[in-house]
């Protein structure tokens, strides 16, 4: 068991709908980080909270809109995604600079 | 600019062999750390270690050991007596102190045959 948690762990939706993907960690770390990975590619970096506020958003499109609503809960709401946004959506979080991160099982996002 | 290269992309090995998987590194800044991810396919990123730029003593923990060298901008990964749980994505990453920012080589995909 890993000890950042993702919710949902699957999730299909169409191009039209709204929804939120949920991460949770216990550990007291100060970062949180969103990362996208596609198939057979290392995950890339969306967006870092750091003491809840956002510090780097990686030139992601506005349809990805995250919110960090404590130390220990990050989300990332989505809407009106496209096909091409399919991919895993991976939770981090660590103590910041260049501490360890752990990560969550991830959210495998399919867009219909 | 800080890049990570992992020249391997995909190793197949039997069980009980060793393997060594290349990571190598540039960057400018002379503080910086580098990692070892694992991902197996169930999906979340495993951290195995870290290593910062002034401390090149090699490590072993296990079956696991690793080589870090400066001299060629390198950080291998080597599997003692590899076994089938072994089978993974393995990633190395670095950490540069001036883009506080962590990037990902493409990673090696290992598999551990029986």
């Known amino acids: 068991d890993t000890e950042v948690t993702q919710t949902p762990k699957h999730l299909v939706m169409g191009m039209t709908n709204k929804k939120s993907l949920k991460c949770e960690q216990h550990?007291?770390?100060?970062?949180m980080y969103w990362y996208k990975q596609k198939a057979k590619k290392p995950p890339e970096l969306m967006f870092v909270?750091?003491?809840?506020?956002?510090?780097i958003n990686e030139s992601v499109p506005s349809r990805f809109s995250p919110e960090c609503p404590n130390s220990s809960l990050l989300n990332l709401h989505l809407h009106a995604l496209q096909p091409e946004d399919s991919a895993l959506y991976l939770c981090?979080?660590?103590?910041?600079?260049?501490?360890?991160?752990?990560f969550g099982d991830g959210t495998r996002l399919s867009i219909l | 600019a800080q890049k990570v290269t992992q020249a391997q992309t995909e190793i197949s090995v039997v069980e009980k062999e060793d393997v060594t998987l290349d990571c190598v590194y540039e960057?400018?800044?002379?503080?910086?750390?580098l990692f070892w991810y694992k991902q197996p396919p169930s999906g979340e990123l495993v951290f195995l270690i870290r290593?910062?730029?002034?401390?090149?003593q090699n490590e072993i923990s296990g079956r696991y050991s690793w080589n870090f060298q400066k001299s060629t901008s390198s950080f291998n990964f080597t599997i003692t007596a590899s076994q089938v749980v072994d089978s993974a994505v393995y990633f190395c990453?670095?950490?540069?102190?001036?883009?506080?920012?962590?990037?990902f080589g493409p990673g090696t995909r290992l598999s551990v045959l029986p």
């Open positions: 981090a979080s660590s103590q910041g600079g260049p501490q360890p991160q752990h």
């Open positions: 550990m007291g770390h100060r970062a």
């Open positions: 909270y750091s003491y809840e506020k956002l510090s």
């Open positions: 960057t400018r800044d002379t503080t910086y750390y």
């Open positions: 290593r910062n730029s002034f401390d090149e």
């Open positions: 990453a670095l950490y540069y102190n001036y883009g506080q920012n962590f990037v």
